[in-house]
């Protein structure tokens, strides 16, 4: 079973930088586009950024120049790098793969923003 696995959640002041790491398990070794998402308090669960193998990313407007999303040299893992972070980032963030027609979710991870 295929299982995506967050870390590097926690808890930060306004102003600072965490980063998220995110890797699969249970026999699957390439993952052809993978993300973030975020669900804040009382929200719906949003985009964050995501990133195929071929390259290509995407970003949500509230973390543009201030979010990076990579790819390891593992071709299922994916990693966020979050700076300037501001409170309305405090959320749990998920860790997300899509690959031949199937979408995969990790449990989340809580990033606090102290403001």
């Known amino acids: 079973q295929v299982q995506l696995v967050e870390s590097g959640g926690g808890l930060v002041q306004a102003g600072g930088s965490l980063r998220l790491s995110c890797a699969a398990s249970g026999g699957i070794f390439s993952i052809n586009a993978m993300g973030w998402y975020q669900q804040g308090p009382g929200k719906q669960r949003e985009l964050v950024a995501t990133?195929?193998?071929?390259?290509?990313?995407n970003y949500a407007d509230s973390v543009k120049g201030r979010f990076t999303i990579s790819r390891g040299n593992a071709k299922n893992t994916v990693y966020l790098q979050m700076n300037s972070l501001k409170s309305e980032d405090t959320a749990v963030y998920y860790c997300?793969?899509?690959?031949?027609?199937?979408?995969?979710w990790g449990q989340g991870t809580q990033v606090t923003v102290s403001s």
């Open positions: 997300w793969g899509w690959n031949i027609g199937k979408h995969y």
């Open positions: 990133a195929t193998l071929a390259g290509s990313t």
